[in-house]
């Protein structure tokens, strides 16, 4: 029977019979799934079992893993009756065991891991590798086809799954949110994503809250609702809620009052868009044995199982396998006709991927650039409104392209791209001229749905990037952390394709906001990881931060931070100096700069750099006869380990640019610790002095008091360059006393002026 046959075949089942063979199918899977968790031998129980064909130790998470397969047989029946293309992210992180069942029975696992066939051998290498350190984790991970979402990510499920359905009409995914998951923050925040989707331009999200009644430590709250109190929340956040429980007829009646309110919506037959979603409520560790129901079936329903080997056979033999397998332990062939084919197949969703998304056209950077001989100051993000606007008209009709930006888009300096595209926003009644259906710039007041969009769209092949203010951006650092490790173990899954990066532009620095909005903490976040694919870009003016936008936009399966101001700044590059710089990471700067010289002045940032050059002409007015180099740090990963970063400076170039003979006065925008952890594996490093952000603030004095404040302005970096000329013998200190007494009298008297004195 060919596929289109066996499809069509599919399509004519009777209702009854599609009901039997998806419960014989979601026996099938808790069986695989009991059979990961306990046995090494004898699956198919074809002697009495016995303590040695149990494992040891017993990995992954029971509680959940019968509602997601539950959830997955009735969504296998689903596809085949309407051929419609269904994406899965599960948001119960400990649900591997379930989510690799239902991969191997679909086929889907064997294959990436060929070894993995539906049949006794196969089943065997399965529980082999569940839980195994060279195998499958039992958290949900990259490892397993169509993941896009790490088990460690607890909240960010479903607005992951609303970023992955955007400019993707065709598709439904299916985002199925936990007991646990349901009670955090940032899915609290991302149930308000519906009112993001256009009808005509995007695809669909069905939210499955599944709710059986605990999470690890006790009851969950949302189980403790009334059914009218469940209705009346999630309509009131717009939604058509459908409740349903553990009976097969239920969910199949209320999956084909879904599908019909969404071709509704997407015909534009119904006077209101309110996408459904299911409430599935069902009993914890369902269907397992004497824990059923309680918070105790959360993890191991069978804590000593080897002295309860009858009541595990008893648990097995309850689901009937000989009903379910052939001698050979295949699933039998009834059953596999309710299993999507080919590309259909939920596992197979990355797949189909890659023949749907368009390459992002970029514009030409040198036609954005400004002269800094003609422009010598202005407002270095103004640099790419323009640029990014054309990345938006370039692609308008490929729709590839998006910025996710936590209602900040106008106070962080972008505003300018409204002209070119709007907000997006689908409330009915809404006539603000910035929103439209169709916008292509997704604002919320919450980072993380922000980065749990960004996210979202990236795994699944388009382009963005998140504007925020800096003291924000440690609000999502947890989720950069999780992502990273996704993206870290994807680089070790040699099927996994390659995803466009993940940009973070950072504004409204600490220099230049108030002493609440001070916080550069998200460097130290970003850099302390040790992942060798995250770049930390300190644009120096307008043309560095064109450049590295540019790069960073083209880049792909990194961690991009770039951090600049929205000040008025001065222009030292021209482009094609910016794009050398940002290429390498690192420059010196000639113009600044001597020949064999006798103190380094480094920095990284635009207002560092400022500050550096600044004290370098106080410097050369004062003592004429000191040579100096000016070095300017635009990645500052390029300084850390070459062990780490693979890009890193060799420690011979390194030291060509940093003599240990010689001091370093390094001016760093954010926490000198950043700095230090990543030249701590550095040789003679000894020489450095590393200035930066001290936590000294003020909500409204000026932007140089505020480095006057923590140490880092003109003034004290030429008193600091003196002191270590005196160290390093190339002056005495009774030539420096007087100049150092004129700085410091320059900072008193500006000090009063600002203090009113």
């Known amino acids: 029977m060919t596929g289109d046959t066996l499809l069509h075949a599919k399509k004519y089942l009777s209702k009854s019979d599609q009901i039997d ?55 296998n029946a689903f596809i085949c009756r309407y051929d419609v293309d269904v994406n899965l992210v599960v948001g119960p992180g400990h649900a591997a065991c379930a989510l690799l069942s239902n991969l191997f029975l679909e ?37 397993l086809p169509g993941v896009i979402v790490d088990g460690g990510e607890l909240g960010y499920a479903l607005s992951v799954a609303y970023g992955s ?31 993001y989707l256009d009808p005509e331009k995007s695809g669909v999200v069905l939210p499955i809250l599944h709710l059986n009644g605990y999470r690890m430590g006790g009851r969950s709250i949302l189980s403790t609702l009334t059914n009218e109190e469940l209705i009346s929340y999630f309509t009131g956040l717009g939604y058509l809620p459908l409740l349903v429980t553990g009976n097969h007829f239920e969910i199949y009646a209320a999956l084909e009052t879904a599908y019909m309110q969404i071709n509704g919506i997407k015909k534009k037959s119904l006077p209101d868009v309110r996408w459904p979603m299911l409430i ?33 056979e008893n648990w097995l033999k309850s689901y009937n396998p000989v009903e379910l397998f052939d001698d050979n332990g295949s699933l039998s062939q009834a059953i596999r ?13 990355l797949t189909r991927i890659k023949d749907s998304v368009k390459e992002l056209i970029f514009p030409s950077v040198k036609k954005h650039a400004i002269s800094p001989i003609e422009k010598k100051y202005m407002k270095n993000i103004e640099i790419i409104v323009p640029y990014l606007s054309e990345v938006f008209n370039l692609n308008e009709k490929n729709e590839n392209f998006r910025i996710m930006s ?30 439209a259906l169709n916008g292509r710039i997704m604002e919320i007041l919450s980072e993380h749905v922000c980065h749990g969009w960004l996210q979202g769209y990236l795994q699944t092949g388009r382009r963005g990037i998140l504007p925020t203010y800096e003291a924000f951006a440690p609000i999502f650092g947890s989720m950069m952390t ?23 532009l950072l504004t409204s620095v600490c220099w230049a906001n108030t002493y609440s909005h001070q916080n550069p903490e998200f460097i130290n976040m970003a850099v302390g990881k040790n992942f060798s694919f995250v770049r930390c870009y300190f644009p120096s003016d307008a043309n560095t931060l064109l450049a590295c936008v540019d790069a960073c936009l083209k880049s792909d399966n990194r961690i991009n931070v770039i951090i600049s101001s929205k000040r008025e700044m001065p222009q030292w590059t021209t482009i094609e100096q910016a794009q050398a710089q940002v290429s390498k990471g690192i420059a010196e700067w000639s113009h600044f700069s001597d020949a064999h010289p006798d103190i380094i002045f480094a920095a990284a940032g635009d207002y560092p750099t400022r500050e550096c050059i600044e004290s370098i002409a106080l410097l050369k007015l004062m003592v004429p006869e000191i040579k100096v180099r000016f070095v300017s740090v635009i990645d500052i990963t390029v300084l850390g380990s070459p062990k780490i970063f693979g890009h890193a400076l060799a420690q011979e170039h390194f030291e060509t640019i940093f ?47 505020k480095m006057i404040r923590n140490g880092v302005s003109r003034y004290q970096i030429a008193i600091l360059s003196l002191d270590m000329l005196v160290k390093y013998g190339k002056l005495k200190d009774v030539d420096v006393k007087s100049l150092k007494e004129q700085l410091r009298n320059e900072v008193s008297a500006y000090c009063l002026e600002i203090n009113g004195g």
């Open 337 to 349: 006709s309710i299993i999507p084919a080919g590309n259909k197949r939920i596992g197979q969703s």
């Open 280 to 312: 599935l409520k069902t009993p914890k560790g369902w269907t397992g044995p004497f824990s059923e129901g309680r918070a105790s079936s959360h993890k191991n329903p069978v804590p000593a199982p080897c002295s309860s080997v009858e009541l595990l």
């Open 107 to 143: 086929r889907s696992l064997q294959e990436y891991y060929p070894e993995l066939t539906v049949d006794e051998p196969g089943v065997g290498r399965l529980t082999y590798l569940f839980g195994h350190s060279q195998g499958f984790r039992t958290e949900v991970s990259p490892h």
């Open 21 to 75: 063979l998806i419960d014989k199918y979601w026996r099938a899977s808790n069986y695989i799934t009991v059979l990961q968790m306990y046995l090494k031998q004898n699956f198919f129980l074809k002697e009495k079992l016995k303590a040695e064909h149990l494992k040891e130790v017993v990995p992954g998470h029971w509680g959940t893993s019968p509602g997601i397969n539950f959830i997955y047989a009735h969504l």
């Open 482 to 504: 999780q992502y990273a490790k996704f993206l870290s173990q994807s680089q070790n899954v040699s099927w996994r394709e390659s995803v466009p990066s993940i940009n973070y």
């Open 406 to 435: 936590p209602d900040e888009l106008v106070s962080n300096g972008l505003g300018g791209i409204l002209l070119h595209t709007k907000k997006a926003y689908n409330r009915i009644g809404l006539e603000e001229i910035d929103t």
């Open 165 to 195: 359905v955007l400019d993707r009409p065709e598709v439904i995914t299916v985002c199925i949110v936990g007991d646990g998951e349901a009670e955090t923050g940032p899915t609290a925040a991302a149930w308000q994503s519906n009112k």
């Open 659 to 705: 003599p240990s003979r010689l001091p370093v006065i390094f001016n760093f925008h954010g926490y000198p610790s950043a700095m230090k952890a990543l030249l701590f594996e550095r040789l003679h490093v000894t020489n450095f002095r590393i200035l930066g952000y001290q936590d000294e603030g003020d909500s409204s004095a000026p932007d140089f008091y």
